[in-house]
């Protein structure tokens, strides 16, 4: 039962303000309007509440209209993980294919066009760049929303990043500090655990995270990790030696620190989110993010009255409470500064007003000639000319991309060469067949037609690997599309790694195979 509490009273509007939560629908529900007005500062933003850009427009308005300050966040990465595009694949590759590429030129370009887009929708936080060094090439949920496994390259493109998101006025969330990179468990689902040394995360974690500090990042999101090095007991989301004693102290970094999802299971299991968010703010973050999954009133206010109620029983510092707020509100200050809100008549510093969902629709074109450029060819094969069929092999996905945004080659294919016919094909469990016969099932779906086959981390799924050898050694003129980490060896008359299954890494893909462009 939720206790009532005066809206007005200082220490509540504080344990609002460190409150991100999310909501249902693509229009803003009365409950969350009236708590913008009693002191909630931030909004979370995910694909179910996105329509289209005119919509989106509309509802961070509407938001606007309660309270003009308040953070619209969204965890728009580009690449795999999108909301701004989640019902047809971002324009952008994503960080992995800008890591491929390796000039930080291009992705501070990619970073400030998709900036320029969320400003236009009126987001101005992004819960990205991901600073991750994917260390660990079997990791399940980071792969390729990082940039790479190499630590000066993810660096100087985590950097870049922060700087073209920012020059757009839209605020950079650096994240999973301390470094995601080396888990091989979802945090989605249970509690990672690194059992590295001191020397190795400060030489192969920290460093991205220092190159985003000094690129003036804004925010930066904790880690539901736990790292003993660091702390044998809390995890980084729950630990002062982590987020004040590192992050604050020795790393410099006075801007707010803002948790990963909180209902996330490796917090939700262990601790709960209520006794999570106080542990949290305890321990110097100053956001809480919850709403991906628990996305009401209700969650809001359970979390609202916990951090109260740990204030009064003297178990959360009121001055660490309301350190937390003033950080909120001072990030919501520098967003509301940067659109010019604070000068009567001004709507921007230049060009498109933020809110404008005009400035979305025009593409620069910066995405997909990223895309290309990241593709990586082996082997060689005719162009194709005749409409294949694609089998597209289909892990499960991990909840951070979701199930929602399609993949893979073969709308792209189609646009070019109609006719073509696509077929979906997962693991032994998923199709209650072994690799050979969901081999022999794809090649009689296929039957005279050049077969293309998309993958994604073929090398984490043996399955995968399995049943695409099964339908090499019977057609060795596949062509085979890696879309995801590109570990495994190449195989097929040509194999194309397009280093993420964004819609533009498609698009190029397809483009390599029909020898032509739209």
Known sequence: MTTLVSSTDTLTRDALAVLQPGFLGTTA??????RLGEGLSSVGLFGRNIASPEQLAALTERLRAERDDVLVAIDEEGGDVTRLEVGHGSSFPGNYALGTVDDVDLTRAVARELGRRLAACGVNLNWAPSADVNSNQDNPVIGVR???ADTPLVARHTAAYVEGLQSAGVAACTKHFPGHGDTSVDSHHAMPRIDV?????NARDLLPFRAAIAAGSKSV?????LLPALDPDRPATLSRRILTGL?????????????DGMEMQAIASAYGIERGSVLAIAAGADAICVGGGLADEDTVLRLRDALVAAVRNGELPEERLADAAAR????ADWTRRVRGASEPGADSQEGTAPGTASALVTDTGIGLVAARRAVRVTGSAEPLTEAPYVAAFTPVANIAVGEETPWGVAAELGRLLPGTETGSYSGAGAAGKDPVALAGELLAAAGDRTIVAVVRDAHRHRWMSDALDAVLAARPGTFVVEMGVNEAEPRGALHIATHGAARVCGQAAAEVITGRRE
């Open 146 to 148: 990082s940039f790479g």
């Open 247 to 259: 992050l604050r102290e020795e790393l410099g970094f006075q801007g707010p620190i803002i948790t």
């Open 221 to 225: 999101m904790s880690a539901h990790i």
């Open 197 to 201: 040394d001191l020397d190795t995360v």
């Open 29 to 34: 529900p009365d409950w969350l309007l009236r």
């Open 328 to 331: 909120v509100r001072g990030l």
